[in-house]
C-alpha cells in the first residue's frame, strides 16, 4: 500500500463523505490481500477464533457492502453497523469533518443506514470471518430499548457477535440509556430475551462512551457483571473537545480520543476485575498505541479513523509491531498481556 500518501492527497481533496463512498466502491470492485498470521496474535475471546487481535470498528462499512474484502486487508475482525430497524437517511450534510492537523474526524451522521433486512440479506452471503453487527435504535423510534431487542432476535443467527450501541452523541436520547436506571432495564431486557430464548448464543456486547463519569461507569459495569452480557466495548466518539479547535457538532475520533478512551478502557478493566473481554477503540493510529490498550485491559482493538489518516498498511503494521512488543515483553500470547499495565 505504498501509493496511499498519494492516493489520501487524492481523497482529501474531496468532501469527507465522498471520499468515503470512493473508498467503499474501491474496495467492492478491488481485493487487497493483505493477511497476517501469527501464533502470538491469535486468540479465542468470546469463543470466537482471532487470527489477530485488530479489527475494523462501526461505521466504516456501515451496510455490510465489504465484508469479506476488510478482513483480507489484514483485520481480524469487523463490526459492520451500526444498523437500526428501517433504514434511516441521518442527519444534513455536511456531517463528516477531517481535522487534519489533530488526525481526527468529527462526525454527527444520525445512523445513516440501509436498515435491518438489507444488511442482513448482504452479511448472509459473506464468508467465514468474524463480522459483528452493530445494532442500534430508529431516531423516530418510540422505545429504543425494544429496537434492540429486536435487533438481538434478528441477527441473532447471522453474526458472530452483537453489539448494543448506546453510546452515538448523534441520536437526540440515545447516550440516556447509560443512565443507571435505564441501563438496568435495558440489561434485564437482554436477560429475559436470553432465558427464554435458548437459541440466541452469540456473545453480546454494549458499546459505551468515553464521556461517562467515573461513578456512573463503576455502577456500570457492577450492572454488567451481574448480567448475561459478554463484553464491553470502550469506546465510542467523544463530546468533549480537549485540545481540538474545530466548533463542528458531533462526536470525535482520532488522536485527541486515545487518552481519554484508554483511561477509562483501564478503569473499566479494573471494575470489571478482567472477568469479561474488553475491546479497546479510540485513537490506535499505530502498534505502540494498540498495545497500550492491550496492557490497559483490551482484548482486542478496534480502529477507524487511523485508517483513514493512514492507508490500510497501518493493519500490517500494528499486527508486525505487536509480535515484536510481546516477544520483548518475554510473553508467548497477545492474550497474556492484557492488562498488564492495570494496578
Ligand atoms: C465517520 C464515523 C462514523 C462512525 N459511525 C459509527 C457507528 O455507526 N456506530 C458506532 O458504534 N460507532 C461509529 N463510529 C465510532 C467508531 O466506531 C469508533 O468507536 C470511534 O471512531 C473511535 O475510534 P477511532 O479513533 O479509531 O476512530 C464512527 C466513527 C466515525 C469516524
Redesign the pocket.
Known amino acids: 500500500m505504498f501509493f496511499y500518501p498519494a492516493l489520501r492527497s487524492l481523497l482529501f481533496y474531496f468532501d469527507a463523505e465522498v471520499a468515503h463512498r470512493i473508498t467503499i466502491n474501491f474496495l467492492k470492485t478491488y481485493q487487497i490481500k493483505n493477511n497476517i498470521s501469527h501464533p502470538s496474535l491469535s486468540c479465542n475471546i468470546f469463543g470466537l477464533n482471532f487470527a489477530n487481535p485488530v479489527g475494523l470498528?462501526?461505521?466504516f462499512d456501515?451496510n455490510s457492502e465489504v465484508p469479506n474484502n476488510i478482513i483480507n486487508l489484514g483485520f481480524g475482525f469487523s463490526e459492520v453497523?451500526?444498523v437500526t430497524p428501517l433504514p434511516q437517511s441521518g442527519n444534513s450534510k455536511p456531517r463528516?469533518f477531517r481535522l487534519k492537523n489533530e488526525n481526527a474526524?468529527i462526525?454527527r451522521?444520525g445512523?445513516n443506514n440501509e436498515g435491518f433486512e438489507v444488511v442482513k440479506e448482504r452479511l448472509c452471503k459473506r464468508e467465514n470471518n468474524i463480522i459483528g453487527i452493530?445494532i442500534?435504535a430508529n431516531k423516530n423510534s418510540k422505545d429504543f430499548i425494544n429496537d434492540y431487542i429486536k435487533g438481538i432476535k434478528f441477527f441473532s443467527s447471522t453474526a458472530s457477535y452483537l453489539?448494543i450501541?448506546i453510546?452515538?452523541p448523534n441520536t437526540p436520547g440515545l447516550r440516556d440509556l447509560q443512565s443507571i436506571d435505564s441501563f438496568g432495564s435495558l440489561l434485564d431486557k437482554i436477560d429475559q430475551l436470553k432465558k427464554n430464548s435458548p437459541e440466541i448464543s452469540l456473545p453480546i456486547l454494549i458499546?459505551i462512551s468515553p464521556d461517562i463519569n467515573h461513578n456512573d461507569l463503576e455502577s456500570l459495569c457492577e450492572k454488567v457483571l451481574s448480567s448475561s452480557i459478554d463484553g464491553l466495548i470502550i469506546?465510542?466518539?467523544t463530546i468533549s473537545r480537549h485540545s481540538v479547535s474545530s466548533g463542528e457538532k458531533g462526536?470525535l475520533?482520532?488522536e485527541p480520543?486515545f487518552d481519554i478512551?484508554t483511561r477509562k478502557l483501564n478503569k473499566v478493566y479494573r471494575y470489571t476485575e478482567g472477568k469479561i473481554p474488553l475491546i479497546g477503540?479510540?485513537?490506535?493510529d499505530s502498534a505502540e498505541k494498540a498495545y497500550k490498550k492491550i496492557k490497559n485491559g483490551a482484548s482486542l482493538i478496534?480502529?477507524?479513523?487511523?485508517l483513514v489518516y493512514k492507508g490500510p498498511k497501518l493493519i500490517n503494521e500494528i499486527n508486525k509491531g505487536l509480535i515484536e512488543f510481546i516477544k520483548k515483553d518475554g510473553f508467548k500470547n497477545i492474550s497474556e498481556a492484557v492488562g498488564a499495565e492495570v494496578n
Open positions: 470498528a462501526a461505521g456501515k453497523g451500526t463528516v474526524i462526525n451522521l445512523f452493530n442500534g453489539t450501541n453510546s452515538s458499546k469506546s465510542n466518539t462526536g475520533s482520532g480520543l478512551s477503540v479510540g485513537g490506535v478496534q480502529l477507524y479513523t487511523g
